[in-house]
């Protein structure tokens, strides 16, 4: 059975403040556990079963649920490229799967400072090419979906399928991108403070382990700084009081000057990924809920 219970938007945003925000400011072994400890408390939909199993060498979660047709999600969690795994997202990855009527997979790439870019990129796309052994999966197209650091390596990946000239994904699906590691977008700054997930600080010590030996402003650590022409039909949604802000209306403005069809959502009142809250709070199920459509959309259009 789903639970929804729909809290106040100023009670969920506290909440997260006190608990999220706290967690990303732990080094990264203490931040890991902290996040699985937090996400433990997230209400998992009902009617989906969870399996495990390897895709292209890399560990993968897969969801699965009776109305799913054709077509599968391939997402890709978030936490700064330091934390986060399939169990930290497997909420929001099973609404998200629900919604548009798909299974989905979730691997567990390499993290930072470990492993750092390009790392992450490698297993996102061995996932991806290993996809057409899983026929009942994949016939009717795959979405590629991330959130945060998971929506910037989404973004990054689509790009390397392009330029090896290798199929692209039906479509993009990219919650809260983090697409430029500089932090040099407005909003960085004029957000910080704001938004009740990400801080400024916690951005800047995640990009240098990210990007290793690399540049941050290197377009495989900062996508939004690689070529975005020929990329899939992309849909972007970002909240109004988040620190990437200025980076989303960015990339979907470079997005459509760079002719790829773009659909930017900015959600008002709410903060850094706040779908990951769906369940709790009727603004992150409604985004949810309109990025499900959206994908339903591209991979089954009528």
Known sequence: MDV????????????ARLTLQRALGLPPAAQRRRIEQLAGF???????????LTLGGVPCERLTHRGATEGTILYLHGGGYVSGSFRTHRALAARLALAAGTDALVPEYRLAPEDPCPAAIEDALACYRALP????VT???????????????????????RDASEPLPTCLGLISPWVDLTASGASVRSLDGVDAVLRRDFLKASAARYAGKLTTSDPR???????????????????????????NRELAAGLEAAGVEVTYQE???????????????????????????WIAGELRPS
């Open 42 to 52: 997230l209400p998992m939909p009902g009617g989906v079963a969870v399996s495990r």
């Open 267 to 293: 959600l008002e009142r709410c903060w850094h990924a706040v779908q990951l809250l769906a369940g709790f709070l009727r603004e992150a199920d409604l985004a949810v809920a309109a990025m499900g459509t």
């Open 139 to 161: 016939s009717g197209g795959t979405a590629i979906v991330g959130d945060s650091a998971g929506g910037g390596l989404g973004l990054a990946t689509a790009q390397a399928l």
């Open 4 to 15: 929804q219970v729909h809290l106040p938007i100023g009670l969920v945003r506290l909440g």
């Open 133 to 136: 052994a899983l026929e009942v």
């Open 221 to 247: 650590v900062s996508p939004l700084f690689g070529d975005l022409a020929g990329l899939p039909p992309t849909l972007i949604q970002t909240g109004a009081e988040e620190l990437f802000l200025s980076e």
